[in-house]
């Protein structure tokens, strides 16, 4: 296990455990983005001195791997938390964030649910559509960090989260780790076909706000 250093984790604000598939996503992504096309590249790396670049592959980042696969279950959310703070270090986390939370997404669904809204969305009307999809993302941010207070926006255009989502503000004092709710809205509307637009995030509870926030512009998706 790696060590918790987080000073919230100390304090014993982080409680409870969190669904298992989630610090194995980030795991995954970042190995995943570490890996190059070619593998004929890492003969020319030295991970010794590249860590930072290629944590992902690293030893200690396969074992843990491995032992996610391997043993199931729930994580203590602590030992999640100095995973996020961990990646949140990187110049490129708010991109491994916002892909863990698309691959978070798209394994909630399964294949049974993806092959069904391939050729059944267009039975669904698209108001159903994105209520769903807030649904999913909702749904899936109360496993992330069930110990938040998470709701719909006035008019089921936008999702709020008060009181901490403390896992993710853990990872970073910039909004980094909100990133993986990013990418959960994000492929929860894809996958539904409800719109086709970015997500923003206009308002952030590490950045001093009362809440976090965040929106997903009404296009009509084709």
Known sequence: ??????????????????????????????????????????????????????????SVVLKQIRRYEEDGGDVPATEVANLFELVARRVDAPEIFASTGRRITREAFGPGGRVMLRFGWRLIPLGLRRILAWGRAKKIARRLSPSSEIRMAKGLNGLVIRRGLPLLATAAKDGRGCEILSGIIDESFRTFRAVESDVSHPRCETLGEDHCLWVVDAVDAC
Do not use: H, K
């Open 1 to 58: 296990m790696m060590p918790v250093d987080s000073p919230r984790a100390q304090d014993g604000e982080l409680e409870g455990e969190i669904p298992v598939r989630i610090p194995l996503a980030l795991l995954l992504t970042l190995r995943d983005l570490d890996t190059p096309e070619d593998p004929r590249e890492l003969e020319e790396v030295d991970l010794s001195l590249n860590l930072r670049r290629r944590l992902g592959l690293s």
